[in-house]
């Protein structure tokens, strides 16, 4: 799935019930995470429920490094914000990740007024994560 699907199936839903709806069975596509990655070390701090983000270089010789995410999260709609993340994030370099505003789509998409503040907390401090990660694989590899 990409971001421009994404998009178009919340152009077709009027209602916030249904994107809730559509953000949750999004979540439900998401790889599974093996327990082990439920760690402290992948845990994100500054959300209000559970959430892990583990992720993993990509070397592949004569190409630039990507960055891969599994995400889990022990909230549905956290599940679905995390597929949704991931789907902007996940297999890409670190200068795409820079160069791309999640908060930016989210707000596109109308979950600043539908998120309460926890959430957009949580979701800000996954998007950081992320970045953070971006930043440290640049700084590496100079």
Known sequence: MTIDEIRD???????WD??????IELGRTLD?????EHSAANKVQ????????????DRSP??????NYLGDSDAHIVRGLIAI?????????????????AIAVFDEL?????????RSNG??????RIRADARQALAAAS
């Open 9 to 15: 199936n919340f152009a077709l839903l009027d209602e």
């Open 85 to 101: 993340l991931l789907t902007l994030y996940s297999g890409r370099t670190p200068q795409q990740i820079l160069a791309t505003d």
């Open 46 to 57: 500054g959300c209000a429920s559970q959430v892990w983000l583990s992720k993993q270089f």
């Open 62 to 67: 004569g190409s630039e490094p990507l960055l």
């Open 32 to 36: 599974p995470m093996p327990e082990a």
């Open 110 to 118: 109308g979950f600043r007024a539908h998120l309460t503040p926890q």
């Open 123 to 128: 979701l800000r401090a996954m998007v950081e």
């Open 18 to 23: 249904d994107r809730y709806r559509y953000v």
